[in-house]
Structures are given as C-alpha cells and as structure tokens.
C-alpha cells in the first residue's frame, strides 16, 4: 500500500487498534491467472496464546481466522504461501464546503491497515480440536468487545458438528503498513474544521474518524 511520509500511523498502537477494533479483514490471495485473485471477507483474532508487545511494525505477530473449506479461496491456500489481510477503520467523506475558501477539491479521509505475512492450515492429525479451539477463542474475543458475553457452552457440540467445513489457520506477520489519512495535508484551522464537521455529523464512521483526528501528535 502507498502511503505518503503525512499519512503515516503515529505509532505501531495505531495499527493494532484499528485491528481490534476493526476485525473483519479481506484476506488476499494471488491465484492462478485463470482463477485467482482470491479475496474473502473473515474475522480475525490475535493468537491468544501470543505472549509480549507488538513489534513496532507487527513482525512476529500472530492471528487466527477461518472460511468455509467450500471456499474455493481455501484450495490455493498453500502453508507457508503468503498472503494479505487488510483492515479498514473509521473513514468519512470531506466535502470542500469545510475548507473555507476556492478552488477547492472534495476528499475522502479514511484509515486503512495491510499486513503481509505467511499462512498455515490447521490441517494436522489433531486439527478438528485446533480448529475448534480457534472458533472458541474467536467467540470469547468478539462476546468480550462487541457482544453481550454469550456462555457458548451449551453450543460446543454444534460447533463440533459444523467443523468439517472449517478451515481455520495462522497468519504470522512479516511487515505491515498503515495509512491514517487524516487531513494532514492541510493547515491546522482546516484540519480543525474538518474535524468539527464530522464529529457533528449522525454518521457514526464520521464520529470515528473525527475521534483520530483529536489524537493526532
């Protein structure tokens, strides 16, 4: 991803949050040329069993997804090819009427993060309770951040039945790139008034990015 010296996250907390926070991603594939590139939607986690800090640019990192093993995505997922998840956050329209002054060009703000890395199959002898183990973790992470703290138990032999078509995995990152486009590039009365709009706008995404904008340095 191309992201200009301005737009650049403040810091590697940027990225991870947004990937908390955001945690349906497109992984990304290249296939053949008659079939491929592969793209699908799919919620992801970091690994739980990931112990310390994030590095900086989340090398070393580890998360956990799965898809429908129907998913003609999951036959060219080969272990140890790499792949693409990406990750979109708080984004908003910029209309020119902000600005104040013409000419003028409307905009787009938005916050964007990609992670390269590798992937593995959970595909060993034992992966039915590995892969089970990767649906638990992905229910608790989300029941604790998003949802209502629903008690799964009760629902474990469902998910025991539907295991066959799962195809979960491991995506440890390589590197990452994050783009905060955040009206950098304007002065700071502007980018004030930008923010100002969208925090008073009833789009919540507007509200979001309005919310970055004040944590700029």
Not at 59 to 81: F, I
Request: proline share 8%; aromatic share 10%.
């Amino acid at each position: 991803m191309f992201v200009p010296p301005f737009y650049k996250e403040p810091s590697g907390s940027w990225m991870v949050d947004l990937i908390r926070n955001n945690p349906l991603a497109l992984l990304v594939h290249n296939g053949s040329d008659a079939a491929g590139p592969f793209a699908t939607h799919l919620p992801v986690i970091p690994d739980p069993e990931m112990t310390g800090d994030w590095a900086e640019d989340l090398s070393g990192a580890v998360l956990l997804g799965h898809m429908n093993r129907n998913n003609p995505h999951w036959a060219v997922v080969e272990k140890g090819g790499t792949g693409l998840l990406t990750f979109t956050g708080p984004h908003g329209y910029v209309s020119p009427t902000v600005y104040g002054k013409t000419p003028a060009a409307p905009t787009w703000n938005f916050t964007s993060v990609h992670l390269r890395g590798t992937i593995e199959k959970i595909d060993s002898p034992k992966s039915s309770e590995e892969s089970l183990e990767v649906v638990k973790a992905t229910v608790r992470a989300f029941e604790a951040d998003f949802g209502d703290r629903w008690d799964m138990t009760e629902s474990i032999d469902y998910f025991r039945q539907i295991l066959p078509e799962v195809g979960a995995f491991r995506f440890t990152v390589s590197g990452a790139d994050g783009m905060f486009k955040l009206s950098q590039e304007q002065r700071p009365e502007v980018r004030e008034r930008v923010r100002v709009s969208f925090s008073g706008r009833d789009c919540a995404r507007h509200r979001a990015t309005a919310s970055l904008m004040a944590q700029l340095p």
